[in-house]
């Protein structure tokens, strides 16, 4: 099993910056890669970005590109997601997951943090 732990949501005004942390505990030899996903009020859950633990590649959705960076610690197992320029529609629960190889599933999840950018 893994375990991750997300922290660092809040309240910031748009324009602001806020930086997540996730933290994964257990079994992380078997991480492939990891990811952020994000539920705004109201919507379905949707992918923010992503990381592979090997290859270093990551992947940001359009509506980020630019304003988000995700970066890791891998000797504390820990990736990151600096955001910054938010507006009000990047308010939303955020949630780190983890998978391994060969699945396109994210079988680990953390609790999720809020998030919430004022206009």
């Known amino acids: 099993q893994v375990r991750l732990v997300e922290s660092g949501g809040g309240l910031v005004q748009a324009g602001g910056s806020l930086r997540l942390s996730c933290a994964a505990s257990?079994?992380?030899?078997?991480?492939?890669?990891m990811g952020w996903f994000r539920r705004p009020p109201g919507k379905e859950r949707e992918f923010v970005a992503s990381?592979?633990?090997?290859?270093?590649?990551?992947y940001y959705t359009d509506s980020v590109k630019g304003r988000f960076t995700l970066s890791r610690d891998n000797a504390k197992n820990t990736v990151y997601l600096q955001m910054n320029s938010l507006n009000p529609e990047d308010t939303a629960v955020y949630y780190c997951a983890a998978k391994g190889r060969g699945t396109t599933e994210y079988p680990y999840w953390g609790q999720g943090t809020q998030v919430t950018v004022s206009s």
């Open positions: 257990g079994r992380t030899s078997g991480i492939y890669a």
């Open positions: 990381t592979t633990w090997s290859t270093s590649s990551t």
